[in-house]
C-alpha cells in the first residue's frame, strides 16, 4: 500500500506542474489576413504617375497597420521610380499581437517600348529553343526586359531568353545578363560583348541580333559554352508585350 500510495501522489505532483507550466499561454492566435486592392500585376508606362492601391490587412476583423518594401528586380531599386524601367516587387508585411508575422505581394512592370526602330528597349515575352529542340516549357516566358543605359548602349535582363532563370524557374541568379551596343538599329547592325550565365559561368559567345519593327519581334541567337567540351546553341525570339 505504501508503494501505491507513492506513485500515485508523484503522478499528481507531476500534473500539476505541467498545468502550471502552461497555464498562461494562448493556445489560439489571428495571423494577419490581407485583402488586395487592385492588380496583382500592374503594368506603368515609364514616366507616367503611379498610386499605390495598397491592401487591407485584418487581424480578427479589426484593420491593423502595415509595412511596404520594394524591390527592382534588374536594376536593384528599392523605392519605386516611374523614371526607371524595371519589374518591381511590392510587398505589403503585417505582424499580430502575438508576434506572428504575414506578407502579401504584387507586381509592377514599369516599362518603355522602343519602337524597334529608333530603340530598342522595352517589355519582352520569350520563347528559347535550344540546340534546336523547343517545348511548352520554354514558350512565352514572363518577361525579359531591355533598357537604355546611356547614348546608344542597352541592358537586357536575360540574353538567353530565360531558358534557366524563368523556363527551369532557377530564378535570376542562373540569367545571362548582357550589353547590347545599337551601331544601326534599322540596319541591324549591333554589338553584343561575350557574358557568362549567372551562377553556371562558361562564355555565350558569337552574339547575332536582328529586330523587326513591323511584328515587334527581336531575335537572338548565340553559343554557350558551358565548360571546354559541352556547348549549346540558343534561338531566342523576343516578342514585345503591349499592354
Known amino acids: 500500500m505504501k508503494k ?3 506513485f500515485l501522489l508523484a503522478g499528481s505532483l507531476l500534473v500539476s506542474c505541467e498545468e502550471d507550466s502552461s497555464s498562461d499561454v494562448s493556445t489560439v492566435t489571428n495571423y494577419p489576413t490581407f485583402e ?4 496583382d500585376v500592374i503594368f506603368v508606362p515609364k514616366g507616367s504617375e503611379f498610386t499605390d492601391p495598397g491592401v487591407i490587412v485584418t487581424e480578427d476583423g479589426v484593420e491593423i497597420p502595415y509595412a511596404v518594401t520594394v524591390r527592382g528586380q534588374f536594376r536593384g531599386g528599392t523605392t519605386l521610380n516611374t523614371d526607371v524601367d ?3 516587387q511590392v510587398t505589403y508585411s503585417a505582424v499580430n499581437v502575438d508576434g506572428f ?3 502579401i505581394s504584387r507586381t509592377v512592370i514599369v516599362y518603355d517600348n522602343g519602337d524597334l526602330v529608333n530603340s530598342i528597349a ?24 531591355i533598357w537604355n543605359v546611356s547614348g546608344n548602349e542597352y541592358r537586357i535582363s536575360d540574353a538567353i531568353g530565360g531558358y534557366y532563370a524563368i523556363g527551369r524557374a532557377y ?3 542562373y540569367a545571362a545578363p548582357a550589353t547590347i551596343i545599337a551601331n544601326n538599329i534599322p540596319a541591324n547592325d549591333f554589338t553584343i560583348p561575350n ?3 549567372g551562377t553556371f559561368g562558361g562564355t555565350v559567345s558569337g552574339n ?13 541567337d548565340n553559343t554557350w559554352a558551358a565548360d571546354a567540351s559541352t556547348n549549346y546553341a540558343f534561338h531566342v525570339v523576343l516578342e514585345q508585350v503591349q499592354p
Open 86 to 88: 524595371d519589374i518591381y
Open 171 to 173: 530564378g535570376n541568379g
Open 4 to 6: 501505491i500510495f507513492l
Open 36 to 39: 488586395m486592392l487592385g492588380d
Open 195 to 197: 557574358f557568362p550565365v
Open 208 to 220: 547575332t541580333m536582328t529586330v523587326n519593327p513591323e511584328t515587334h519581334t527581336i531575335i537572338l
Open 101 to 103: 508575422p504575414g506578407t
Open 122 to 145: 522595352g517589355l519582352y515575352r520569350s520563347t528559347v529553343s535550344r540546340d534546336g529542340v523547343l517545348t511548352a516549357q520554354y514558350t512565352d516566358l514572363e518577361y525579359i526586359l
